[in-house]
């Protein structure tokens, strides 16, 4: 089922460097870079995360219905797919820009641009200006992705890449966390925790200090000299014959990859915002059933998603990376994926107490949240460094308009009348069978060196 890879195949380490921690002789640097690219990442998130946690008073405000109307169900899951579409655009677009023109300029593009149109989102007053400003935010938090991805499968040695790389999209987990705090605290103002999210804009500033862009990068990668992308090693450019996109398609291997790779990433994209991120109204709806008043439940509903329910996302978001490494990335994501399909159901329909689930609700996003360290993991091996940020924009943040079709349907089903919303997130994790087959067709990379 799976292609033979390009890359040869690392040499054997010696006995004795086999015993060393993975981060053994890391760099300074190249934990500077590791630091950057997280904190980046984690920002990113708590623009993600931020309408997930306020769509509830948000959409009520403007919509003027109550929180639990249809309508505030399906217009949450329609804005979150234009997110999907706005992540997927940007992904692409400042990958190919990261790729032509230098990693630190197109991180500090991509982190200015959902800085400035989170914040903008405090201003709003219909719904499409939300879904709008949404678009936008996610054009900037798909590319920070891709550029960083790369960013840090290149500074890091073949023996810590996937532990690095694991613990950069980890990162995340500070975020999402963030976000829920803001949410907690700031309530029915809203407004106010979009705002929060211009702070992000100050890291540009380290970005433009510390990070080390490579110098005429277009011509070097043209004449196929020597590219410094960190000091860890140089990484000699080929001469292709077609940039980009061109290249992606009239390669059969590349194309084939991107292809899978995009799919593997919806999969995923897709099971986050429809499964994990329902886990604050699976518990508000438990609560309610168990005859909580509504503002206990909500209270209750938005500690078990984001501190309880994030707790389990965060164990799993840096189990991945050493899985990966342990495992190998095919059958790490295998793992996840099977995990995802078995936790979501029970989580769902099994707890009879609010305890229970508490307890649940972490080992489903232990599974469900956890697989996505990985895509920042496989996806930058899969391509050579001249495409590498435009194949990890391509996978990751393309599988979002595929995700989005899916996001589409969630919002229609879960509206259905007489539909138990725990039925149809249980539905909805049987997507995670197909991405168990889909990670088959993909090489195996563990051990292998990246591909220049």
Known sequence: MSEPTIAPAATPLPDLAERRPWYSGVTGYQWLVLAIASAGWLFDNYENQIFVVTRSSLLSELLRQPATSPAVKYYSDS????????????????????????????????????????????????????????????????????????????????????????????SSVIGVVGAGVAGMLTGSHWRIAYLIGLGPALLVLAVRAWIREPRRYVEAADAGATLESAPAEPLVAPRPTKRGFGEFWSDRVYRRRAIIGLLLAAVGLAGYWCVFAAGQDLAHAFLLRQGVAAAEATRRAKFAYTVVQNIGGGIGLFTMGPLCALMGRRRGFVLMQIGAVVATPLACLAPTTYAQLLWLLPVMAFFVAGMHAGYAVYFPELFPTRLRATGCGLCFNGGRIAAAGVLILSGWLKSLPGMDLRWAVSLLASFYLLGTVLVLFLPETRGQALEE
């Open 79 to 170: 804005i979150n797919s234009v997110f999907l579409i706005g992540g997927a655009t940007g992904g692409v677009l400042f990958g190919m820009l990261a790729d032509r023109f230098g990693r630190a300029r197109s991180m500090i593009g991509s982190i200015l641009v959902y800085a400035i149109f989170s914040a903008l989102t405090s201003l709003t007053t219909a719904v499409w200006q939300v879904a709008t400003l949404r678009f936008f935010v996610a054009m900037g938090t798909g590319g920070e992705w891709a550029v960083a991805a790369a960013l840090v499968a290149e500074v890091f040695p073949p023996r810590a890449r996937a532990q690095a790389s694991g613990i950069f999209h980890a």
